[in-house]
């Protein structure tokens, strides 16, 4: 395998993270007191998108339950609603995590070719 020497950690890095939130009812409960016409009842939480930069901003994909077996979307598709949380910082998130994990790669080599060699 041929290795890139000239890897510059400042290049992009992409990869996965997996977060566990200590209720998943207290965040739903926040996205109903500041997201308008967010209703718990309604809607249930299937992705939470974070971006950072020039401004930090929450998206929230929720299941409409209102929608689910009926309604206008394709078939074998889940109804989702968009909403958007912004001008939150990243802080105030910090409360609903109990636990979060994440492993970032430059993309130059597979993670799955990687072995450990310092056990």
Request: aromatic share 10%; charged share 30%; with cysteine.
């Amino acid at each position: 395998m041929q290795l890139v020497s000239d890897t510059n950690i400042k290049d992009d890095l992409e990869g996965a993270m997996s977060i566990k939130f200590k209720s998943r009812d207290s965040f739903n409960e926040y996205c109903a007191d500041h997201i308008p016409n967010y209703n718990t009842e309604r809607f249930e939480i299937l992705a939470i998108r974070v971006y950072h930069g020039r401004e930090t901003s929450v998206t929230v994909y929720a299941v409409d339950k209102e929608r689910m077996g009926r309604g206008n979307y394709s078939e074998g598709k889940i109804p989702v609603k968009k909403f958007r949380l912004n001008n939150i910082r990243l802080m105030d998130l910090l409360p609903f995590i109990d636990e979060c994990n994440f492993t970032l790669t430059t993309g130059i080599y597979p993670l799955a070719d990687m072995e450990v060699v310092n056990k």
